[in-house]
């Protein structure tokens, strides 16, 4: 079974560009949630997305967002891009919201100049 | 509200030698799940075990082992016999009840010597 896929795997941009990421699920998972990962903040939960609707939402600004296709692939877009986006940006998923067992993809590492 | 507390940045020790790696949380909800991740250098979060709060058998994969203890609200991990592949950074979590958002340690950095 293939795991999660993130795609690109780098990224490198400037500020106030705008820029999208995209995660594919394993096969069967249906629920996929996004992670931002800094060596000053850490892990932060950015959101959760189940049969294409926004589940959770963590505490960033609105210039993140995401959203979520038929078939389960997500994909999320940070618009304005600032220096501190610069990141790596982590998918997991799961079959569903009641399984509570995530499986977490390789990542994006985003660079911001 | 929750948080999860690695209070190890960095432990290095020698191959063979067990290892255990802290992890205290505080959250006010009475049921709760409990992780641990792995990420090697790759970068990718290596799922290890899940505990649900309502479940303090400790529990043994391995050369892994996890103490649950609910009256200090511990979740610490040990390697036994640890090897340079153990090498890494390794994350306790917690989500509470009905919510799939991860709330996550500062991280412990490995470092296994051979």
């Known amino acids: 079974k293939a795991g999660v896929t993130q795609t690109p795997r780098y990224l490198i941009k400037t500020r106030g560009q705008q820029v999208t990421l995209s995660c594919s699920p394993i096969s069967g998972h249906r629920s996929v949630s996004w992670y931002q990962q800094t060596p000053g903040q850490g892990l932060q939960f950015l959101f959760e997305y189940f049969s294409e609707t926004q589940r959770n939402k963590g505490n960033f600004p609105g210039r993140f967002s995401g959203r979520q296709f038929s078939n389960s692939r997500s994909e999320m877009n940070v618009s304005t891009l600032e220096l501190g986006d610069s990141a790596l940006y982590l998918c997991?998923?799961?079959?569903?919201?009641?399984?509570?067992?995530?499986?977490f993809g390789p990542g994006t590492r985003l660079t911001v100049l | 509200a929750q948080k999860v507390t690695q209070a190890q940045t960095e432990i290095s020790v020698v191959e063979k030698e067990d290892v255990t790696l802290d992890c205290v949380y505080e959250?006010?909800?009475?049921?709760?799940?409990l992780f641990w991740y792995k990420q090697p250098p790759s970068g990718e979060l290596v799922f290890l075990i899940r505990r649900n709060s309502f479940d303090e058998q400790n529990e043994i994969s391995g050369r892994y082992s996890w103490n649950f203890q609910k009256s200090t609200s511990s979740f610490n991990f040990t390697i036994t016999a640890s090897q340079v592949v153990d090498s890494a950074v390794y994350f306790c979590a917690l989500t509470p009840p009905g919510a799939n958002n991860l709330f996550f340690g500062t991280g412990t950095r490995l470092t296994v010597i051979p």
């Open positions: 959250t006010r909800d009475t049921t709760y799940y």
């Open positions: 997991a998923t799961q079959p569903n919201p009641q399984v509570n067992e995530q499986f």
